[in-house]
C-alpha cells in the first residue's frame, strides 16, 4: 500500500519556525528522516510520517505541544502549497472550499476520506458551520486543532475587519494547551463535542470575495491538475506499469510477466490489481502509445516514421492505422494541425 506523503512546503515551513525557536536544525532533521534537498520545492512531496516526526520532535525539544497550532496561526497557506494561491484566487468562501475539498491530496495525501469530501457547509437553524469530517482517533487533537486554525488565520489576515469565527466544537478532550486557547482561538470552544465544526457568520455564505484574476486562477489550478495526476500515476498500479513499459515501449511486443517481475508481483496479483483499477496490461500499453505518439508529433522533432519506431511498431502503415482509431485523423495531420 503507497506511504502517505505531504507537501514539502509544510514540513519546510515547520523546520524553519522550530530552527527560530531555538531547536537544532541538524536534530530535526536525523529525527525526521529528510534533508535539506527535500525541501528545496514546495510542491515536492515527502513521507507524512516524516513531518510527523518532525513535529513530536520539535514539540520535544521546546516543550510546547501548542508550537504546531502557533505555527498555523503565524503562517500563510500560500507559501506552503500551491492550493494557497487557489483558495486566496476563489470567488467565494463556498468557492474556496470547494477547492480544498478537490485538492486536499496535495497537502496532504492520507487515504481515509474514501473518496468523500473532508469539508462541508451546514446551514442549521440559522446557524452557519464548516464540519471537517476527517476521521480520527479518541484523544488526536493536532490535526483538527491546526485544521481550524488554518481556517480562522487565513481569514484573520485577509478580512481584519469581518468576524469569520464565531465558536468551535471538537470532538477531543481538552489539550496541554487548553489554557491557551482563548488567546489563540478567540472564540468559544466545547470539547468533547459529537463533531468537529467550526461555526461562521453568515455574511460569507451570502458575500462574493473581490474578483480576482480569472487567468491566473486558471494558471493555478492547471499546475495543481498536473500535480494531482503525477500524484496519481506515482500511487497507481496503472502509473508503476507505465513507468516499467515507457523505457521499452519501442521494442514493441512487451511481456506482462517481464512487468511483474520488475513490480515484485506476480502475473495474477498485476493483472488482479489492474483491474481493479478498471484497466488491462493492453489497455495501459495502447494509451500511453497513444500519450507519446501525440507527444512526439506536437513537439515536431522526430518523422512521423520514427514515431512508429519509437512506440514500437514494426511498420509505419501499422501506426498509422492505430493513430487515427486513436484521433480520427493521420499522424501527418495531427502534426499539421498542431504546427498551426
Not at 497507481?236 to 510477466?257: N, T, W
Request: net charge negative; glycine share 8%.
Amino acid at each position: 500500500m503507497p506511504k502517505s506523503t505531504i507537501a514539502a512546503g509544510f514540513a519546510s515551513a515547520l523546520l524553519d519556525y522550530a530552527c527560530a525557536r531555538g531547536v537544532d536544525r541538524g536534530t530535526l532533521l536525523r529525527a525526521s528522516g529528510l534533508a535539506d534537498a527535500d525541501l528545496d520545492t514546495q510542491d515536492a512531496r515527502v513521507p507524512l510520517e516524516g513531518y510527523q516526526a518532525l513535529i513530536a520532535t520539535a514539540i520535544g525539544e521546546t516543550g510546547d505541544t501548542a508550537l504546531l497550532l502557533r505555527h498555523t496561526l503565524e503562517s500563510r497557506l500560500e507559501t506552503m502549497s500551491i492550493v494557497g494561491q487557489i483558495v486566496h484566487s476563489s470567488g467565494s468562501m463556498v468557492h474556496s472550499l470547494a477547492q480544498l475539498n478537490r485538492y486536499a491530496r496535495l497537502m496532504a495525501d492520507v487515504d481515509i476520506m474514501k473518496g468523500t469530501d473532508r469539508f462541508d457547509v451546514l446551514d442549521r437553524g440559522g446557524e452557519l458551520w464548516i464540519v471537517d469530517h476527517l476521521p480520527v482517533p479518541d484523544g488526536e487533537y493536532i490535526g483538527i486543532e491546526a485544521s481550524f486554525a488554518r481556517f480562522i488565520s487565513e481569514f484573520r489576515r485577509s478580512f481584519p475587519d469581518r468576524i469569520f469565527a464565531i465558536e468551535m466544537h471538537v470532538t477531543y478532550a481538552p489539550p496541554p494547551h487548553a489554557a491557551e486557547y482563548p488567546e489563540l482561538f478567540r472564540i468559544p470552544v466545547r470539547f468533547n463535542a459529537g463533531r468537529n465544526a467550526l461555526r461562521i457568520d453568515r455574511f460569507w455564505l451570502e458575500t462574493d470575495f473581490d474578483p480576482g484574476n480569472a487567468y491566473i486562477f486558471g494558471i493555478f489550478t492547471g499546475h495543481a491538475d498536473a500535480l494531482l495526476e503525477e500524484l496519481r500515476s506515482a500511487q497507481s498500479v496503472r502509473g508503476k506499469v507505465e513507468a516499467a513499459i515507457l523505457p521499452e515501449l519501442h521494442k514493441g511486443s512487451l511481456s506482462m510477466d517481464r512487468v511483474a517481475v520488475a513490480l515484485a508481483m506476480s502475473r495474477q496479483t498485476l493483472y488482479r490489481r489492474l483491474k481493479d483499477e478498471g484497466v488491462t496490461f493492453a489497455e495501459v500499453h495502447d494509451d500511453l502509445r497513444q500519450r507519446m505518439a501525440r507527444d512526439y508529433l506536437r513537439a515536431r522533432k522526430v518523422s512521423v516514421n520514427e514515431t512508429a519506431y519509437l512506440l514500437g511498431f514494426s511498420e509505419a502503415s501499422s501506426f498509422v492505422r492505430a493513430f487515427k482509431r486513436w484521433t480520427g485523423m493521420s499522424p501527418t495531420a495531427f502534426r499539421d494541425l498542431a504546427a498551426g
